[in-house]
């Protein structure tokens, strides 16, 4: 980890961005912050400029800080939504995602948020996951993609992918289980109330 205060986890925001990708894991992340971890984890919005950015429903969200004045993370959490269309081809944003991943241990993507992992390369070789819609567009982002159908999320140790929206969420409880414990995480599930249907 960073320093002994605890993980520092980054979310982005970005124009385009879907809401729930953003909100779900930050609820989980804060949640777990404020009321079940020790040692102070912290939980940042970061946005491209520091200034709030206007999500793919309309919502509008304020940032702690941009970019490039974001603190060492710990965690990096790239969500989904009609603006990683864009994004893709972004050779500025690309470049960022791979600092990012030269300095940052654990990488995770909320829905189409792989996809812009794919084009930086970051997946290669890798087994991934996305928004069922986009499984095929995953798998031509970049080369050598084992594409996972039908997975709430891909976990690949340093690289963790998830499926749309919802399983944004599903996927940072299973990182509170990695960061803390799996009674850390159930304590964060039951805190905020999400119980999932089950077949």
Same mark, same amino acid.
């Given at each position: 980890?960073?320093?002994?205060?605890?993980?520092?986890?980054?979310i982005l925001l970005?124009?385009?961005?879907?809401?729930?990708?953003? +909100?779900?894991?930050?609820?989980?992340?804060?949640?777990?912050?404020?009321?079940?971890?020790?040692?102070?984890?912290?939980?940042?919005?970061?946005?491209?400029?520091?200034?709030?950015?206007?999500?793919?429903?309309?919502?509008?969200?304020?940032?702690?800080?941009?970019? =490039?004045?974001?603190?060492?993370?710990?965690?990096? +959490?790239?969500?989904?939504?009609?603006?990683?269309?864009?994004?893709?081809?972004?050779?500025?944003?690309?470049?960022?995602?791979?600092? %990012?991943?030269?300095?940052?241990?654990l990488m995770t993507?909320?829905?189409?948020?792989?996809? +812009?992992?794919?084009?930086?390369?970051?997946?290669?070789?890798?087994?991934?996951?996305?928004? %069922?819609?986009?499984?095929?567009?995953?798998?031509?982002?970049?080369?050598?993609?084992?594409?996972?159908?039908?997975?709430?999320?891909?976990?690949?140790?340093?690289?963790?992918?998830?499926?749309?929206?919802?399983a944004g969420i599903?996927?940072?409880?299973?990182?509170?289980?990695?960061?803390?414990?799996? =009674? =850390?995480?159930?304590?964060?599930?039951?805190?905020?109330?999400?119980?999932?249907?089950?077949?």
């Amino acid at each position: 980890m960073s320093d002994s205060t605890g993980p520092v986890i980054g979310i982005l925001l970005f124009p385009g961005v879907e809401e729930l990708d953003a +909100v779900g894991p930050w609820e989980v992340f804060s949640f777990w912050a404020a009321n079940v971890a020790s040692g102070g984890p912290r939980v940042l919005a970061l946005s491209p400029d520091g200034e709030p950015v206007r999500c793919a429903k309309g919502l509008r969200i304020a940032a702690d800080a941009s970019y =490039a004045d974001a603190p060492p993370l710990d965690v990096l +959490v790239h969500p989904g939504g009609q603006g990683t269309r864009p994004l893709m081809g972004d050779a500025a944003h690309l470049d960022r995602v791979r600092e %990012w991943r030269r300095s940052t241990p654990l990488m995770t993507s909320v829905c189409t948020g792989s996809l +812009v992992f794919g084009a930086a390369g970051l997946l290669q070789g890798r087994r991934a996951t996305t928004h %069922w819609r986009s499984l095929g567009v995953l798998a031509d982002s970049g080369p050598a993609i084992d594409v996972v159908h039908d997975a709430r999320f891909v976990d690949e140790g340093d690289v963790v992918t998830s499926a749309g929206v919802s399983a944004g969420i599903d996927m940072a409880l299973h990182l509170v289980g990695r960061l803390d414990s799996p =009674a =850390a995480a159930d304590t964060v599930r039951r805190g905020i109330q999400y119980e999932p249907a089950r077949a």
